[in-house]
């Protein structure tokens, strides 16, 4: 015979399995940390629905990625406007005098290269700096500092100052040998200094005092400092250009340059007529 107590305790053992059931049986949607819950402690769940839907799985992350890198591409934009709009009212001031200039010593603009002669961005914007010389003729100067990238190639820091050392016998002879060293990267990343001398050998300079001027104090404080300048700009790397001290860092497009020195023109234009 059950006695009373034992009837009452199954009766509440049969409540809580009837309440257990009817929960059981409601439709709910897991919560987003039920969810987590679930696939960190049975991932083998989410590696099932992959190896079972692999061509799905890719498509949805390549067009994740392709989200992404589009939403990355428009903030970056946004952001490197407003520097520009930034920098259009307060520029940067890099110092100029005494350096060797290509163009118009007077020209209205001012294009600043902070360069790696060893860079392969840098040797791509050197025929974009060649059309814009073209285009805009004597409202263009071009100035080359020096930002050598030595952690990466081991030739940046000896052509650098093998440029300044040139520059002190002869800038457009400097000029000459920026292109020389760009047309002919591979063999100064494979022959370094041996190729600097024969580059220089062509020039018909002082080959001598130009390695003697390269190897001194004088020379590497040039670099040093476009170095420093460079680095408080806020440049990380080359190429990096100031365009009558707006910054643009990175290989850009003819076009990007071209639209900001027409606004830089339009505006030298407009303060001319209004005194």
């Not at 034992?6 to 987003?32: F, K, M």
């Not at 600043?112 to 060649?130: G, H, M, S």
């Not at 093998?162 to 047309?183: G, S, W």
């Not at 040039?222 to 990175?250: C, H, R, Y």
């Amino acid at each position: 015979m059950v006695s009373a107590r034992r009837l009452a305790g199954r009766g509440v053992v049969l409540s809580v399995a009837i309440a257990g059931a009817l929960l059981g049986c409601e439709r709910r949607s897991p919560s987003a940390d039920e969810l987590r819950e679930l696939l960190v402690a049975h991932p083998d769940i989410l590696f099932s629905a992959i190896r079972a839907h692999p061509a799905e799985f890719m498509l949805v992350v390549q067009g994740a990625a392709r989200t992404a890198q589009g939403q990355n591409a428009a903030i970056s934009a946004r952001d490197d406007s407003l520097r520009i709009e930034s920098e259009l009212l307060h520029p940067k001031h890099p110092v100029i005098e005494h350096r060797a200039v290509l163009g118009n010593p007077a020209a209205p603009i001012t294009i600043v290269e902070y360069t790696d002669f060893q860079c392969p961005y840098c040797r791509q914007e050197k025929d974009v700096l060649a059309d814009l010389m073209k285009h805009y003729g004597d409202s263009v100067r071009l100035l080359v500092k020096q930002m050598p990238v030595t952690q990466l190639h081991p030739h940046a820091m000896a052509a650098a100052l093998m440029f300044e050392a040139v520059a002190r016998q002869d800038p457009m002879k400097a000029f000459q040998l920026y292109d020389d060293l760009y047309q002919n990267q591979e063999r100064l990343d494979r022959d370094g200094q041996r190729y600097l001398e024969e580059a220089v050998g062509r020039l018909g300079l002082d080959s001598a005092r130009a390695v003697r001027d390269q190897r001194s104090p004088a020379i590497q404080a040039i670099v040093d400092a476009d170095l420093k300048e460079g680095e408080g700009f806020g440049f990380t790397g080359t190429p990096g250009f100031l365009v009558n001290g707006v910054s643009l860092q990175g290989a850009y497009p003819l076009d990007a340059f071209v639209r900001l020195i027409d606004r830089q023109l339009a505006a030298r234009a407009s303060a001319v007529r209004a005194d």
